[in-house]
């Protein structure tokens, strides 16, 4: 598709520069004229990640929302006191892996990743950004943050 996208780009390049293109409103492509609608508002609640869903939703949740304006969890620290803020920009699926833990649970080393539990196996974030610091790699992220041993994403 890639290399079909590329020839037709450039011949429609050529048409316009020869000046032999018909513009046609997307409107009058289609069967029902009225079909077209603007994309709904997307609210901050509409970002918040839902941990109990599949990881694959997840992944594209936050795919799609990614860089603006980001998918955005809570780490709640064990002592249930403390939220932070996270907007989470990358990830990966990890779907052999079956759990009984509670959605948004947290397995990490410390060093190099973070694997959070969702309904059917573990979503591993690489990127993330902490509410008033810049978007970072996981690594560089807990090379300075320690997450604690029951702190979980709400």
Same mark, same amino acid.
């Given at each position: 598709?890639?290399?079909? *996208?590329? +020839?037709?780009?450039? &011949? @429609?390049? #050529?048409?316009?520069?020869? *000046?032999?293109?018909?513009?046609?409103? /997307?409107?009058?492509?289609?069967?029902?004229?009225?079909?077209?609608?603007?994309?709904? !508002?997307?609210?901050?609640? #509409?970002? /918040?990640?839902?941990?109990?869903?599949?990881?694959?939703?997840?992944?594209?949740?936050?795919? *799609?929302?990614?860089?603006?304006?980001?998918?955005?969890?809570?780490?709640?620290?064990?002592?249930?006191?403390?939220?932070?803020?996270? !907007?989470?920009?990358?990830?990966?699926?990890? !779907?052999?892996? @079956? +759990? +009984?833990?509670?959605? *948004?649970?947290?397995?990490?080393?410390? !060093? @190099?990743?973070?694997?959070?539990?969702? &309904?059917?196996?573990?979503?591993?974030?690489?990127?993330?950004?902490?509410?008033?610091?810049?978007?970072?790699?996981?690594? #560089?992220?807990?090379?300075?943050? +320690?997450? &604690?041993?029951?702190?979980?994403?709400?």
């Amino acid at each position: 598709l890639m290399v079909m *996208g590329a +020839h037709l780009v450039l &011949k @429609s390049v #050529d048409a316009i520069r020869e *000046g032999n293109l018909q513009p046609i409103p /997307q409107d009058k492509l289609l069967n029902k004229p009225l079909a077209l609608k603007n994309a709904p !508002k997307i609210f901050k609640e #509409d970002c /918040q990640i839902n941990w109990n869903r599949s990881v694959q939703e997840i992944f594209n949740h936050i795919r *799609g929302l990614s860089p603006y304006p980001a998918a955005w969890t809570e780490l709640l620290a064990d002592n249930n006191e403390e939220r932070l803020r996270f !907007k989470l920009f990358a990830g990966e699926t990890i !779907k052999n892996r @079956s +759990h +009984h833990l509670p959605a *948004g649970s947290i397995i990490t080393d410390n !060093k @190099s990743y973070l694997d959070v539990a969702a &309904k059917d196996g573990f979503f591993r974030i690489t990127a993330l950004q902490l509410t008033g610091k810049k978007p970072m790699p996981i690594v #560089d992220f807990l090379n300075g943050y +320690h997450i &604690k041993e029951n702190a979980r994403f709400i």
